[in-house]
T-cell receptor
Framework: GAVVSQHPSWVICKSGTSVKIECRSL??????MFWYRQFPKQSLMLMAT?????????EQGVEKDKFLINHASLTLSTLTVTSAHPEDSSFYIC?????????????FGPGTRLTVL | AQSVTQPDIHITVSEGASLELRCNYS??????LFWYVQSPGQGLQLLLK??????LVQGIKGFEAEFKRSQSSFNLRKPSVHWSDAAEYFC???????????FGAGTTVTVRA
């Protein structure tokens, strides 16, 4: 299957600072990328969907001004957590797909563990 | 909207024994169904998927799953478990006319020697 990387794999930051997480599809062109949040022992919750070159679509309840998503190329999407607070501490996972339908397989990154002090 | 329930939070199985993980979904029509495995430090990997056709689906690593419309289920099975199968398993459902996947809460599988 295709390879998706995330960087960093873990990050610790102080409350009030911003953190950027990168998601890269290494061997295919991802027209659609997804960002998920996973709490311990819980399911993956979709935060937003981004298509290359257009604005991200955020799920209900997700603050778009807090979680900035940029999908500037077919191989890179970034998630910036702005003014992070301890409640933003979580495991963030991205996935990449060659199309916007659930028929198109999503390839998942290994995740980024964010801890906000 | 579709949803998924994985009734078992944690299953412990002996190496060489059979494994069955339960998944129940809620969706008005025929859904797209998926099973993923998540190992520490690695991204979710697709084990198998069902879109249509034969209700018994074969996947990678010796896994199979059966779609039962009457029971709204898509249970995952493996006849003989290996220690390397210890991981977190997620069932997911998608709709043919949508891009979203809804995931279950996951089942942790522990394999004992």
């Amino acid at each position: 299957g295709a390879v998706v990387s995330q960087h960093p794999s873990w990050v610790i930051c102080k409350s009030g600072t911003s953190v950027k997480i990168e998601c890269r599809s290494l061997d295919f062109q991802a027209t659609t990328m997804f960002w998920y949040r996973q709490f311990p022992k819980q399911s993956l919750m979709l935060m937003a969907t981004s298509n290359e070159g257009s604005k991200a679509t955020y799920e209900q309840g997700v603050e778009k001004d807090k979680f900035l998503i940029n999908h500037a190329s077919l191989t890179l999407s970034t998630l910036t957590v702005t003014s992070a607070h301890p409640e933003d501490s979580s495991f963030y996972i991205c996935s990449a797909s060659s199309g916007p339908s659930s028929y198109n397989e999503q390839f998942f990154g290994p995740g980024t563990r964010l801890t906000v002090l | 909207a579709q949803s998924v329930t994985q009734p078992d939070i944690h299953i412990t199985v002996s190496e060489g024994a059979s494994l069955e993980l339960r998944c129940n979904y809620s969706y008005g029509a025929t859904p797209y169904l998926f099973w993923y495995v998540q190992s520490p430090g690695q991204g979710l990997q697709l084990l198998l998927k069902y879109f249509s056709g034969d209700t018994l689906v074969q996947g990678i690593k010796g896994f199979e799953a059966e779609f039962k419309r009457s029971q709204s289920s898509f249970n995952l099975r493996k006849p003989s478990v290996h220690w390397s199968d210890a991981a977190e398993y997620f069932c997911a459902v998608g709709a043919p006319n949508d891009y979203k996947l809804s995931f279950g809460a996951g089942t942790t599988v522990t394999v004992r020697a």
